[in-house]
């Protein structure tokens, strides 16, 4: 199937009213740990509904780490002056949190390794877990969700197959239809186009751009430019942990912040609202 050929087939919530912007992350003064690393050390972020948003930084820059903090994996050490809000909240309930915020990130594609069928993998959205366990009773109307989102992203032929039989274009789209059971709010991609050949890519992006445009924010995280679909308004350079530019794409998406974020000289090549990166020109 055609890459254009997915917008056709989405139908999903129209975007709501915003009067103004609504944060859904602030984060004020964190200091975090990934591990015994101390990864972020007084951060100071905040992103908005609405706001179709890239965080853009070399491999170790932090990027997981984020999306750790925002989906409560890790959390920030408790100091004064110190604050983690998400949607205006210091205190999250995991089970609403997961209702207004999907993920979609190469780690949960590897925590579906096996005979798991691909139908449960997306329903299994509705419970926060991997795969569907004895105790859990999905409704019908939960069902009949998984069975349009899978429809609406050509996945439908795929549903009693196993994912680790599956692509990993095709594991892509149902972690992203498992990602949209609830209608989320906020769309979270964790290098979402890591290991898609060409296609793959396109279709994905694709689907990405319809989401952008039917109402749903968009939260890309990569190391990727020409992941970043043309929808992304707003740029957040990340290095060693520390937020070295905030401002508008189409400023900071250019060779010169490129170059001192990748710290090689860089050339930027724009095509119908892509990017592609290309190694500096030699001077002559």
């Known amino acids: 199937m055609a890459a254009q050929a997915f917008r056709h087939r989405l139908a999903f919530s129209p975007p709501p009213a915003l009067t103004s912007p609504r944060p859904y992350l602030e984060l004020q003064a964190v200091d975090a740990y990934l591990g015994p690393r101390l990864v972020f050390e007084k951060l100071d972020l905040r992103l908005h509904l609405g706001e179709h948003t890239v965080v853009l930084g070399p491999n170790g820059a932090g990027k997981s780490a984020l999306v750790k903090l925002l989906g409560r994996e890790i959390y920030p050490l408790v100091k004064p002056g110190s604050a983690l809000r998400i949607f205006a909240s210091e205190t999250v309930n995991l089970w609403d ?40 009773q999905p409704t019908g109307a939960q069902s009949e969700r998984v069975r349009a989102l899978m429809d609406q992203l050509a996945l439908g032929d795929l549903a009693q197959r196993p994912f680790a039989e599956l692509s990993d ?40 751009r319809a989401l952008a445009h039917a109402g749903t924010t968009l939260l890309l995280v990569t190391h990727q430019i020409e992941a970043i679909i043309p929808e992304i308004s707003r740029a957040v350079l990340l290095r060693q942990g520390a937020v070295v530019g905030d401002g508008p794409a189409a400023e900071l998406l250019q060779a010169g912040p490129l170059s001192a974020l990748f710290e090689t000289p860089l050339q930027v090549v724009t095509a119908g609202g892509y990017r592609q990166v290309l190694p500096a020109a030699p001077s002559r």
């Open 97 to 136: 949190l997961r209702g207004r915020i999907g993920l979609v990130s190469t780690d949960l594609q590897i925590g579906y390794a096996g005979r798991v069928r691909t139908f449960d993998v997306v329903l299994s959205g509705f419970f926060g877990s991997v795969g569907i366990g004895r105790s859990q």
């Open 169 to 208: 274009g095709q594991k892509r789209r149902v972690l992203l239809a498992r990602a949209l059971v609830h209608d989320p709010e906020v769309l979270v991609l964790d290098e979402p186009t890591n290991g898609l050949d060409l296609r793959s890519r396109h279709q994905l992006l694709d689907i990405l």
